[in-house]
């Protein structure tokens, strides 16, 4: 198993999502413990850095970081990430540390657009019901999620873009059928 990031394919994702209107925006790698708890799953904890900040599990917490110092947010912005997750199992698609685009629409919901770009690629995912919204998946590994959310008054949908490695996993998967 190789744990690349392909830079091709990642521009070419954000290149897609700019073109469908999500504006690029500079965003936190570290927000404050009410932040992180917004969206940490129970039984999980966060990576502490320094004086109460934490690394984000996922770029949703950046923009809840944004929401919470008053930045200006737009319709749909588009975020990437380092993402630092406690999980229960490492393996080759489950890794401590990965990247990850992140989608936040506050008008509509961001699966279309996702389910776009996978269409552009000539990859066919599918959508699993999960307890907190919805799994990507391809080739039967999850490669990114969606779903609605509020913080703070703002009502906003979110959605994986594109994650790295577990992309170039999936996409090893499907290589090996």
Do not use: W
């Not at 936190?28 to 004086?51: A, M």
């Not at 907190?132 to 590994?141: A, F, M, P, Q, Y």
């Amino acid at each position: 198993m190789s744990y690349n990031i392909d830079a091709n394919l990642l521009m070419n994702a954000m290149n897609f999502y700019s073109n469908l209107g999500y504006k690029p925006c500079k965003c936190p790698t570290l927000v404050d413990e009410d932040v992180i708890s917004h969206t940490l799953p129970e039984n999980r904890k966060p990576l502490h850095h320094i004086e109460g900040k934490f690394y984000v599990g996922s770029a949703e917490q950046s923009f809840l970081q944004k929401i919470k110092d008053g930045e200006m947010l737009y319709d749909k912005m588009m975020f990437i990430t380092p993402c630092q997750r406690d999980e229960d199992i490492l393996d080759e698609s489950h890794l401590e540390v990965f990247l990850k685009v992140e989608l936040i629409n506050l008008v509509s919901p961001v699966f279309m657009d996702v389910e776009s770009f996978y269409n552009s690629i000539s990859y066919d995912i599918s959508i699993v019901k999960t307890s907190c919204g919805h799994d990507i998946e391809l080739n039967n590994v999850e490669i990114g999620s969606f779903g609605s959310n509020s913080y703070l008054g703002v009502n906003y949908f979110y959605g994986t873009g594109i994650a790295f490695p577990r992309i170039e996993y999936a996409m090893e998967v499907r290589d090996e059928i």
